[in-house]
């Protein structure tokens, strides 16, 4: 048998042919990311044997933990039964019980499963599915997509163009006459002497204006993660979503919930809108957490009022689609997840755990270069802030980077962006695994206070 290649090898190939997702162009053949040799439960393994605590969950995905032979087993099992049927002319019996569950977890109406190969796919499944109805209505001019600043929501065409993340330097080209984007929702930069309700006033009063200069004949629909994830964990203050959505409805526009990271269980729930916030959007998205990572699908879920609206009297393709949309292993695996989330009663143990998890969180604040800490559920993020006028951001660039080198040294993994760290652990971790990675990084926070404190 042929000898298996050496971690020199992986890693020198991997530099060679791989393009990872948002490498810096000018040093794409100089990375030296680590190689994962095994996963199990909430850790990672490196090819020294080192082990990880899993801060991020592989991409806020991994909910059920690494290393569930029985996923392994229904996949292989789906393989060997059938591994694919093209959704365009076949059922499966996967894709069909997944449909049916997916519908009863979603909140009102939302009883229409649109099945994709991710989070961006459903995303742009959800935009051009109102493009689709606005259409069908005869209002082709109401088109524009209100989104928000830090918000993301992939990398496909149309998802990125309603991302409102920083934009990283590049030359990828966005749809910019399609999208408006309302200003940073985040409570944490709002004035020294302004009160969350007030600021709370003032976000809603940013739709209100969109409205009222767009006009609500052109305006689509508002796409809003339930927590913006990737632009730093970013918890929206109390009644914002019911107020922006209580807006839309006034005025007809859709509302989209992006559920790619809050469904499956990081707040406890299959899906927040309606459980955690109290809205029953016109469709949501989620992806990640459905098959815990074992698997690429996504889900777009509509409503049945919207469906409806979509009809044509004569014979109008919605020709939007995938050829692993309603892939029958990728469903198989979530039909296993959903399983396992059930009979070990992970949605019960977030919801149990999530208090103390957000405490040990909120204890971080005591550190002088810890600005914020925030989160909700089993997700949270530090960020670091050295001064009030700014004149330290570039140190601030650098301690997110900085905490991720030294917690990864002590063992824990966790996501840097820019000047904060964000971790999404999988939904199993438990108190003493929790009391583990907080002491990690309290560690971490200490001594990479001393490199930036004089």
């Known amino acids: 048998m042929k000898n298996s290649p050496s971690s020199e ?24 990311n680590m190689l994962v ?12 044997g080192k082990k990880f605590i899993d801060g991020p969950g592989g991409m806020w995905c991994v909910q059920i933990g690494y290393g569930q032979k029985e996923m392994a087993e229904a996949i292989a099992a789906q393989v060997m039964k059938m591994p694919f049927a093209s959704p365009w002319t076949n059922v499966t019996e996967p894709s069909a019980i997944l449909a ?22 459903a995303v742009d499944t959800a935009l051009r599915a109102m493009q689709f109805m606005n259409n069908s209505l005869g209002r082709p001019n109401k088109k524009i997509i209100l989104a928000r600043e830090k918000g993301y929501h992939g990398s496909t065409y149309l998802a990125a163009s309603v991302s409102g993340k920083e934009r990283d330097i590049t030359k ?41 200069s767009i006009g609500a004949d052109k305006i689509g629909a508002f796409i809003a993660e339930p927590i ?20 839309c409805r006034q005025h007809e526009i859709l509302y989209i919930s992006d559920e790619v990271v809050t469904g499956f269980g990081r707040l406890g729930h299959w899906f927040a809108s309606e459980t955690v916030y109290g809205i029953k959007p016109d469709m949501i998205t989620c992806a990640k957490g459905l098959t815990s990572g074992y698997l690429p699908l ?27 949309s309603g892939h029958p292993v990728s469903c198989a695996a979530a039909l296993k997840n959903i399983e396992i989330l ?19 969180l909120a204890e971080l604040k005591k550190f002088p270069i810890v600005g914020d800490a925030r989160g909700h559920g089993l997700i949270g993020c530090i960020e670091a802030r050295l001064s009030k006028d700014g004149s330290r951001l570039e140190d601030e660039r650098k301690i997110g980077m900085r905490l ?17 760290c964000v971790f999404s652990p999988p939904l199993i971790i438990s108190r003493s695994q929790i009391d583990d990675m907080f002491e990690i990084l309290e560690q971490a926070i200490i001594k990479v206070s001393k490199e930036f404190i004089k």
């Open 298 to 324: 996504g889900a777009c879920i509509i409503s049945d009022e919207m469906m409806e609206k979509m009809a044509h009297k004569g014979e109008v393709l919605f020709s939007n689609g995938y050829t692993y």
């Open 228 to 247: 913006l994830s990737s632009g730093g964990v970013i918890v929206p203050p109390e009644g914002y979503h019911k107020r922006t959505f209580d807006l």
């Open 404 to 420: 991720d080198e030294v917690c990864n040294d002590m063992g824990l993994i966790v996501r840097p962006l820019i000047n904060m």
């Open 37 to 48: 040799t095994e996963a199990d439960g909430i850790y990672m393994y490196d090819e020294t």
């Open 9 to 32: 090898d992986l890693h020198s190939w991997d530099r060679e042919h791989f393009i990872h997702p948002w490498h810096d162009m000018n040093y794409w053949r100089d990375y030296d």
């Open 342 to 360: 059930e009979r070990e009663k992970i949605l019960e143990h977030v919801r149990e755990v999530s208090p103390y998890f957000q405490n040990r």
């Open 100 to 121: 049916k569950k997916i519908a009863d977890f979603a909140p009102g109406d939302l009883n229409n499963v649109f099945f994709t190969t991710g989070g961006s796919t």
């Open 172 to 212: 990828f080209d966005v749809e910019s006459r399609l999208v408006h984007f309302l200003p940073n929702v985040n409570p944490y930069i709002r004035p020294d002497d302004m009160s969350v309700t007030a600021w709370c006033d003032a976000k809603v009063r940013d739709l209100e204006s969109a409205i009222e």
